[in-house]
């Protein structure tokens, strides 16, 4: 089975040997997505905000493996002590109410940026090809 690897680009990928996303067959794994702003900037305060920055970066690694949020089936989130999760709850909810994907979320005791309230990650299947 063919396997495509996924880059955004970013140095660390090569640095540390990861891919933004895997596809292999129909499957597509999406590494964990921070909320990196493209500009390099500060993320934004809120994990409301952060979830929405993640959810949109695995919502371009999917789309760079052809395909969609509505393909996947997993996500994984990890939360900081000092994040919301009804805020993340919320982000989460409005790319996924119908898609519904099964989700584990956990607390962790920090991320690498001291800035991160959060990291999600996800998996897919893509059915429509």
């Known amino acids: 089975m063919e396997r495509t690897l996924i880059s955004t680009g970013s140095p ?20 964990g997505c921070a909320p990196v702003m493209d500009d390099g900037g500060d993320p934004p305060p809120a994990s409301y905000g952060q979830a929405k920055r993640c959810l949109e970066r695995i919502e371009q690694a999917l789309s760079a493996a052809g395909g969609t949020l509505a393909d ?3 996500t994984r989130a990890y939360l900081t002590p000092g994040a919301d999760f009804d805020e993340f709850g919320q982000a989460h909810g409005e790319a996924f109410s119908e898609i519904r994907p ?24 893509l059915t429509h090809e």
């Open 102 to 125: 099964a989700n584990t979320t956990v607390i962790v005791a920090a991320l690498v940026d001291p800035r991160w309230l959060l990291e999600i990650e996800a998996e897919a299947v």
């Open 72 to 74: 996947v089936v997993r």
């Open 12 to 31: 660390y990928e090569k640095a540390l040997g990861y891919s933004r996303a895997v596809r292999v067959g129909d499957r597509v794994f999406v590494a």
